[in-house]
């Protein structure tokens, strides 16, 4: 896949749930390859700190693979702060594997839009 279908896919994403304010991916490195934000939306992040954030965000998911034979396959991971929810969902292309980084607005249920929303996009043809 190229960066304009990762773009359009990000583009994607914040049209399925009015809660969503944020959607980037990030490749298994953690740099961000593309991001988008809701319409109107002022983000509380600049480019630099989403960037720093993406490293992190990949960075601790690569943590918890030590524990994956105990506890299962990552599936996604979820954190809320005052003013947002951000989660973190993997994804893999045919030969690849990236994360799929998003923020909710508080009061959201990020949980029910992941599995119920989220997930089955990044299962489905759009990255096969």
């Given at each position: 896949?190229?960066?304009?279908?990762?773009?359009?896919?990000?583009k994607?994403?914040?049209?399925?749930?009015?809660?969503?304010?944020?959607?980037?991916?990030?490749?298994?490195?953690?740099?961000?390859?593309t991001?988008?934000?809701?319409?109107?939306?002022?983000?509380?992040?600049?480019?630099?700190?989403?960037?720093?954030?993406?490293?992190?965000?990949?960075?601790?998911v690569?943590?918890?693979e030590?524990?994956?034979?105990?506890?299962?396959?990552?599936?996604?991971?979820?954190?809320?702060?005052?003013?947002?929810?951000?989660?973190?969902?993997?994804?893999?292309?045919?030969?690849?594997?990236?994360?799929?980084?998003?923020?909710?607005?508080?009061?959201?249920?990020?949980?029910?839009?992941?599995?119920e929303?989220?997930?089955p996009?990044?299962?489905?043809?759009?990255?096969?």
């Open positions: 896949m190229d960066a304009i279908a990762y773009d359009e896919f990000c994607y994403i914040i049209t399925i749930d009015k809660s969503i304010r944020f959607a980037g991916i990030a490749n298994n490195l953690g740099t961000l390859i991001s988008t934000y809701r319409e109107g939306l002022i983000p509380l992040m600049d480019i630099e700190e989403t960037s720093r954030y993406s490293i992190q965000a990949v960075t601790r690569s943590l918890r030590d524990f994956q034979s105990k506890l299962g396959k990552f599936e996604y991971s979820v954190g809320k702060y005052e003013k947002l929810i951000r989660a973190i969902v993997p994804f893999h292309t045919k030969n690849d594997c990236f994360y799929l980084l998003l923020s909710f607005d508080v009061g959201s249920n990020p949980s029910k839009i992941i599995e929303l989220i997930i996009c990044t299962k489905g043809s759009y990255f096969k």
